[in-house]
């Protein structure tokens, strides 16, 4: 039997790569006749990078970056095989992670650093980019990544604006006269799995500003400040960043790279499995093996379980999916194409003890070798 285990990363406990290496330890205990092949997988988010690099065989690029409350910080990108595609995650110049709970504010954080990474990938030779958008502690509207790609935002006494969410309000003109030809020409797809607008109740400050550290305060002077800012853009430059579905991902981001960048914003897994040519894969495989830290509700809005049922689906091919929680077991699963799902964790536990990366692996491997076990038998 040929398997294709391509779990997503278990966020906080193990990567992609360990929780398949996992799986595949517990499948060749049951059986060393088992054909197991790996496909480090993401959506968009955290873990997109290493999956594409990987599955291209390109290399990764470590630099150093503005991080988001201005200090520098350590990045890394991937270059693909093809040596002149750059894949990116924002959230290694910007992300949540980089930033104390204490630290948190989307008055001052920016995303300037996101356009340092992309200048560091033009200068290697880069020409295509990959942008996954996950995790961002920004609400800037990607100013700051403009701003270092050459974008100047002027006041109304003609200077230059600083960094940070507060500053979208003082925002009255753009000069875009020192962006590069490079940066014009170059091409992006954006991995983006929401459709909020930039600004607005259902906007990037109202829904995502508060998990940024915002408080209902400045989630309201953040709001206007994207709707100035949006408003300048329309009347200067003709683009309605408003009409645009996911302007609002990652504080604005979204609304920059479509806006100014012309970049496709598009499915995160769709794109990602897409470029990891996994559908290629599924046409040799028996069984796929996939999973994420949870599995409920939100799987089938854009994760990487339910596109890889979805595709398996098309060959006919059963999928098996592993989680560190089923919270909601219910049909909707297995509408996904999910043939069959399993939690790992055998009995009560508590969270921070289960979510250790031992536990973890071992509770993967355990339940991959029973899985395996019965699969022997019935082959």
Known sequence: MKILIAMDSLKGSLSSIEANSAIAEGFLQASADFDVQTMPIADGGEGTVEALVLASNGRFVDTVVTGPLGKSVKARYGILGDGTTAVIEIAEACGLPLLTKEERNPLLTTSYGVGELILAAIEKGCRDFIIGLGGSATNDAGVGMLQALGYQFLTKEGALVGLGGAELKNIVSIDGNAVSEQVRNARFRVACDVNNPLYGTNGAAYIYGPQKGATAEIVKDLDEGLKCFGDVVLDQLGTDLQKIPGAGAAGGLGGAFAGFLQAELESGVGLILELARLEEALREVDLVITGEG??????????????????????????????????????????????????????????????????????????????????????
């Open 294 to 379: 949870k599995l409920d509700g939100q799987t089938s809005m854009g994760k990487a379980p339910a596109g890889i049922a979805r595709l398996a689906g098309k060959y006919g091919i059963p999928v098996i999916a592993l989680a560190g929680d089923v919270s909601e077991g219910n049909r909707s699963l297995q509408d996904l194409g999910i043939t069959a799902y399993f939690t790992i964790v055998g009995g009560p536990v508590d969270l921070e003890e289960a979510m250790k990366p031992a536990h973890t692996r071992l509770n993967l491997r355990r339940t991959a070798e029973q899985i395996g076990r019965i699969l022997r038998i019935t082959c």
